[in-house]
């Protein structure tokens, strides 16, 4: 995957109507918005684990953000939507996963007054085995995922898009 600086008025929408991935010609636009830097999360270094969480919602929510037209083909149309499903879709199955389990467990444990800790190992199993089989396919994805970010200079960097696309882009600057 490639990455190319974008001029001021490309960063404004004017991006050539190629998809980021393959650079084929595009049907499909989409308005994404973009975080241009992590959250940074300031003030004392405290231990608590609901303050932390309060003080990464604060971050994420001051985060500058972008809002950049992003392009695909037929083939490709459906990039930011499989990446959402995956992710949201697999921590819901998690969750899911988990808390119909811990049921499951709870019935056996009352049901048969069993003293065995085999319902919840089989439990405790099934969600490690689950988290990995969401964790590593969510980790590729996310790597190779078309970011945005800001440099120092105030430049754009756009991120992981096809070379095909970056020639494109290339030679619409040319006059």
């Not at 996963?97 to 019935?107: E, H, S």
Request: aromatic content about 10%.
């Amino acid at each position: 995957m490639a990455e190319v600086f974008l001029t001021r008025e490309e960063a404004e929408g004017d991006l050539p109507a190629l998809c980021m991935c393959c650079g084929a010609a595009a049907t499909t636009r989409v308005t994404r918005r973009f975080m241009l830097r992590d959250p940074e999360i300031g003030g004392p270094g405290v231990q608590f684990a609901e303050i932390l969480a309060i003080q990464r919602i604060v971050a994420l929510a001051n985060v500058p953000r972008l809002s950049l037209p992003t392009y695909f083909c037929d083939r490709h149309r459906y990039y930011w939507h499989l990446r959402e499903c995956l992710r949201w879709g697999g921590l819901a199955a998690l969750l899911t996963l988990g808390f119909g389990g811990l049921a499951m467990a709870a019935t056996i444990i009352f049901t048969t007054k069993t003293e065995s800790h085999w319902p919840d190992g089989c439990l405790l199993f099934t969600l490690v085995l689950y988290m990995i089989a969401w964790l590593v396919p969510m980790s590729r994805l996310l790597r190779n995922t078309i970011r945005a970010s800001r440099h120092g200079d105030g430049r754009i960097l756009l991120q992981h898009v096809g070379a095909e696309y970056v020639a494109g882009l290339l030679a619409q600057r040319q006059p």
